[in-house]
């Protein structure tokens, strides 16, 4: 199986170990998710969107192929796209910011999952994928908010957002959100816990 991993984070996948002042528990999990995928045998394609220097920022250039349904004129997305197109699971992971996701991967889902690439439309249906070998979505988020505040408050709103109100729209199935919330207030030992709990989680994907 063929996995594409997209890390979001200012600090990139090189943060994973834990150096003070330069760790990111994102980045943890992102390579917690690989040690995994790779002892299980699988592909992996990472994505690290701050080391590629990836421009979240739609130009109007690339809304009119958005428009028409062309691929990206920026070259990198087009990259990300032909390799979305060839994944049989997609893996997003970022810190929630201010509820949401932060603008990396706000910017890969307007760019590369993109109409006329990655979905098509007709006129009165429904959206319908065009990445007929992704047969799921994974979404691994860290954040300061409590889980039932976040939930309760804000109506699971990175589910609305990316599971439900993208991938499902398109018909992409098998969608899975994990969420580390508050992870500063635990321990480094129940941190490590976390991450062999999602290096075994997707060594068992399939």
Known sequence: MKVMVVLDHPYGAEA?????HHRSFTAALAHAACQGLDEAGHE???VDLHADGFNPV???GELTAWRQGAV???PLAADYQKRLLSADHLVLAFPIWWEAMPAGTK????????KGVAYHQGKGLPPMTNATKLTGVT????MSTPTV????AFSSAISRILLRGTFGKIGIPNLTWLN?????????AQRQRMLTTVSQRFARLA
Do not use: C, H, Q
């Open 16 to 20: 994973w170990d834990n150096t003070p």
């Open 44 to 46: 992996i394609d990472l």
């Open 58 to 60: 739609m130009s109007a």
């Open 72 to 74: 990206s004129p920026d």
């Open 107 to 114: 910017g890969f889902i307007d760019k590369v999952v993109a």
């Open 139 to 142: 979404l691994i988020t860290v």
């Open 149 to 152: 505040l976040y939930k309760v």
């Open 180 to 188: 580390y919330a508050r992870v500063e207030k635990n321990t480094l």
